[in-house]
């Protein structure tokens, strides 16, 4: 019922927004296993925080202190379990130790992981972070799922769910009803967030349920750090899982 209002431009920002979304590739529990892509391929297609790969030992001039740094592998979803996530690094001879003990937990964690060095972002900070998922169900089929993100999605366990893609004002609907993002809809005094730039990021997400080629079972951008109102929202970390070729 979507239809009319997706086509056709929104179907071609779709299919790129697919072929771009395939960065951190999570093999499903079957023999097939999609080809391997960059983490870093992210900040190509959303509002990303700017990010660079170094090899092991790399430390280059010029970047903006503090940052961020993980391990760069497809084959490693949860990267924080596995010691592969180090935070407000204050500068390069900080860097360096933290690359090299990155390495060290990862390969500890998962022995048989692609290792592609590190990727390194400037911190960011914000109002709040956003989990913006999408889910191919089994039952409903192509959903848009809408919560609290970082370290309070277990936490709140409450989320806004719709049939995907969504409109704008749909996805407005999704942010007014989680209770878990009452603070930057300005509760009590809160500062408010850019509501609209996370309402346009859901529906971004959304229309992956528009793309074609291999099939998008389950997608997540987590944390999307949402900035004060209008300055925008900022998409941090995502994770992809595509179905078996041909199905």
Same mark, same amino acid.
């Given at each position: 019922? %979507?239809?009319?209002?997706?086509?056709?431009?929104?179907?071609?920002?779709? =299919?790129?927004?697919?072929?771009?979304? =395939?960065?951190?590739?999570?093999?499903?529990?079957?023999?097939?296993?999609?080809?391997?892509?960059?983490?870093?391929?992210?900040?190509?297609?959303? /509002? #990303?925080?700017? #990010?660079?790969?170094? !090899?092991?030992?790399?430390?280059?001039?010029?970047?903006?202190?503090?940052?961020?740094?993980?391990?760069?592998?497809? @084959?490693?979803? %949860?990267?924080?379990?596995?010691? +592969?996530?180090?935070?407000?690094?204050?500068?390069?001879?900080?860097?360096?130790?933290?690359?090299?003990?990155?390495? $060290?937990?990862?390969? $500890?964690?998962?022995? @048989?992981?692609?290792?592609?060095?590190?990727?390194? =972002?400037?911190? =960011?900070?914000?109002?709040?972070?956003?989990?913006?998922?999408?889910?191919?169900?089994?039952?409903?089929?192509?959903?848009?799922?809408?919560? /609290?993100?970082?370290?309070?999605?277990?936490?709140?366990? !409450?989320?806004?769910?719709?049939?995907?893609?969504? @409109?704008?004002?749909?996805?407005?609907?999704?942010?007014?009803?989680?209770?878990?993002?009452?603070?930057?809809?300005?509760?009590?005094?809160?500062?408010? +967030?850019?509501?609209?730039?996370?309402?346009? !990021?859901?529906? /971004?997400?959304?229309?992956? !349920?528009?793309?074609?080629?291999?099939?998008?079972?389950?997608?997540?951008?987590?944390?999307?750090?949402? $900035?004060?109102?209008?300055?925008?929202?900022? /998409?941090?970390?995502?994770?992809?899982?595509?179905?078996?070729?041909?199905?």
């Amino acid at each position: 019922m %979507h239809e009319s209002r997706y086509e056709p431009e929104h179907r071609a920002r779709a =299919q790129v927004l697919a072929e771009k979304m =395939q960065v951190l590739v999570r093999a499903l529990p079957y023999d097939w296993s999609p080809p391997p892509v960059e983490e870093h391929d992210i900040v190509t297609w959303l /509002a #990303c925080t700017p #990010c660079h790969v170094l !090899a092991e030992g790399d430390t280059p001039p010029g970047l903006a202190y503090p940052v961020a740094a993980k391990v760069l592998s497809a @084959d490693i979803a %949860h990267k924080t379990e596995a010691g +592969g996530v180090v935070l407000n690094i204050p500068d390069a001879a900080a860097l360096k130790a933290a690359s090299a003990e990155i390495l $060290k937990n990862a390969k $500890k964690a998962n022995p @048989d992981a692609d290792l592609n060095g590190i990727l390194v =972002q400037r911190m =960011q900070t914000g109002l709040a972070e956003i989990l913006v998922g999408y889910r191919l169900d089994t039952v409903a089929g192509p959903v848009v799922v809408l919560g /609290a993100g970082g370290v309070l999605t277990e936490i709140y366990n !409450a989320a806004a769910v719709r049939v995907a893609p969504v @409109d704008i004002d749909t996805a407005r609907e999704m942010i007014a009803e989680v209770r878990g993002l009452a603070p930057i809809r300005g509760y009590r005094g809160h500062e408010e +967030g850019d509501l609209e730039a996370l309402a346009a !990021a859901v529906v /971004a997400v959304s229309a992956l !349920a528009l793309a074609s080629g291999p099939g998008v079972v389950e997608a997540e951008i987590n944390p999307l750090i949402v $900035k004060a109102k209008g300055d925008g929202v900022s /998409a941090v970390d995502g994770l992809i899982v595509l179905a078996e070729e041909g199905k």
